[in-house]
């Protein structure tokens, strides 16, 4: 069975652009989750989604946004990039989502897409 | 809000040695999850933890839940140099769908 994918896994933008990051689960699984992974802030809850709705949201501004389709393929943006945005943004995927501290389903990883924003 | 401090930060240990980690939260987990990150990849998850006291193996890999379900361990037994990684422990924050992760503790293994 196929892990999770993300494209691309390497981009460089400069700052005002936006970002659209991608990620296909593995099969079969219906969550999606984003994060976003720096140096000095460790790895940052963005947003889930499940059933193309999205079930919650980490500490970001508002130019960071997240769909999900019909087939469970998400999509993150990031609009008017600033420097700091320069990270490791991953993607991990389960079969149903955590529900009240209890983990229904492990989270896979996939292998990320490193942004550069210059 | 919640946090997950790890510790040590970072290790240097030689090639055959045990290696001992730990996470803390300020608050109680019902699951942890430990996870190892290889430069330029995403996390791997190792083991995870459903109930206070458990103790799991993954080969030479050992993880316990701890009674007061603040904090967890993580033992590698007989290091190798393919060890050598991120070590990351993480868990589901009560009243909502979201994870959090530890500060993360780096491994360094010296053949």
């Known amino acids: 069975k196929a892990g999770v994918t993300q494209t691309p896994r390497y981009l460089i933008k400069t700052r005002g652009q936006q970002v659209t990051l991608s990620c296909s689960p593995i099969?079969?699984?219906?969550?999606v989750s984003w994060y976003q992974q720096t140096p000095g802030q460790g790895l940052q809850f963005l947003f889930e989604?499940?059933?193309?709705?999205?079930?919650n949201k980490g500490n970001f501004p508002g130019r960071f946004s997240g769909r999900q389709f019909s087939n469970s393929r998400s999509e993150m943006n990031v609009s008017t990039l600033e420097l700091g945005d320069s990270a490791l943004y991953l993607c991990?995927?389960?079969?149903?989502?955590?529900?009240?501290?209890?983990?229904?389903?492990?989270?896979?990883f996939g292998p990320g897409t490193r942004l550069t924003v210059l | 809000g919640q946090q997950l401090n790890q510790s040590p930060q970072s290790m240097f240990i030689q090639e055959g040695e045990d290696v001992s980690m730990n996470c803390t939260s300020s608050?109680?987990?019902?699951?942890w999850l430990w996870y190892k990150q290889d430069p330029g990849e995403g996390p791997v998850l190792l083991i995870a933890?459903?109930?206070?006291?458990e103790l799991t193996s993954n080969g030479r890999l050992t993880a316990q839940f701890g009674i007061t379900r603040k904090d967890s361990f993580l033992n590698i037994s007989a290091s190798i140099p393919s060890d050598v990684g991120i070590y990351f422990c993480?868990?589901?924050?009560?009243?909502?769908?979201?994870?959090?992760f530890g500060t993360g503790t780096r491994l360094k293994v010296l053949a």
């Open positions: 933890l459903y109930k206070a006291g």
């Open positions: 993480a868990g589901p924050t009560s009243g909502t769908y979201k994870y959090i």
């Open positions: 099969s079969g699984h219906r969550s």
């Open positions: 989604y499940f059933s193309e709705t999205q079930r």
């Open positions: 608050s109680i987990f019902n699951t």
């Open positions: 991990a995927s389960s079969l149903t989502p955590t529900s009240g501290g209890v983990v229904a389903d492990t989270q896979y």
